[in-house]
T-cell receptor, first 113, second 113 residues
Framework: EAQVTQNPRYLITVTGKKLTVTCSQN?????MSWYRQDPGLGLRQIYY???????DKGDVPEGYKVSRKEKRNFPLILESPSPNQTSLYFC????????????FGPGTRLTVT | AQKITQTQPGMFVQEKEAVTLDCTYD???????LFWYKQPSSGEMIFLIY??????QNATEGRYSLNFQKARKSANLVISASQLGDSAMYFC??????????FGAGTRLTVKP
């Protein structure tokens, strides 16, 4: 089954404790991205990657890191999480740019206390 | 930078009637892409329809159609024959030449039986 998976789905952590949210797709997509969703703001793009070893900042990259060492994986790293990073996070992938729609993972709900 | 505006935080529609969800975009790019996604209460993001700025015909996908008016910079989603399962959050999304993906704040649609 073609899908984007994220782990964990739910995470409660404390300020400053490094964490990684994994994202993997099995569709051989070139383009992957991370978003955060906050009430009243829609989804905002954090980082995106157009191919292996190519990553770019989105709208709200501060406090986040990403890497794209393999085509299928695009982990999101929070080196020192803070309470304002409490949010719902989505990973997405697509064949490319232009008209290709993105396939979204199920979301990761992160709470930083 | 592009901007996507959805002015209707919430909408109600009677089952079997049509409903229009508004979206306006603001960009200086000549080539531009617009997507609509649906997010049910379960949280997943579901792609509905795409319209490219150079497409001459309005996009249609089953009960979904996109009323694209370039001069007004609007890309409204029309859902015909509403069903109870259409109750969800709907997001208008723009993609510009810099591959920036910008979501509107969303419209929550409630279909009444």
């Amino acid at each position: 089954e073609a899908q984007v998976t994220q782990n964990p789905r739910y995470l409660i952590t404390v300020t400053g404790k490094k964490l990684t949210v994994t994202c993997s797709q099995n569709m051989n997509h070139e383009y992957m991205s991370w978003y955060r969703q906050d009430p009243g703001l829609g989804l905002r793009q954090i980082y995106y990657s157009m191919n292996v070893e190519v990553t770019d900042k989105g709208d709200v990259p501060e406090g986040y890191k990403v890497s794209r060492k393999e085509k299928r994986n695009f982990p999101l790293i929070l080196e020192s999480p803070s309470p304002n990073q409490t949010s719902l996070y989505f990973c997405a992938s697509s064949y490319g740019l232009g008209s290709y729609e993105q396939y979204f993972g199920p979301g990761t709900r992160l709470t930083v206390t | 930078a592009q901007k996507i505006t959805q002015t209707q935080p919430g909408m109600f529609v009677q089952e079997k009637e049509a409903v229009t969800l508004d979206c306006t975009y603001d960009t200086s790019d000549q080539s531009y892409g617009l997507f609509w996604y649906k997010q049910p209460s379960s949280g997943e993001m579901i792609f509905l329809i795409y319209q490219g700025s150079y497409d001459e015909q309005n996009a249609t996908e089953g009960r979904y159609s996109l009323n694209f008016q370039k001069a007004r910079k609007s890309a409204n989603l029309v859902i015909s024959a509403s069903q109870l399962g259409d109750s969800a959050m709907y997001f208008c999304v723009g993609r510009d030449n810099n591959n920036d993906m910008r979501f509107g704040a969303g419209t929550r649609l409630t279909v009444k039986p």
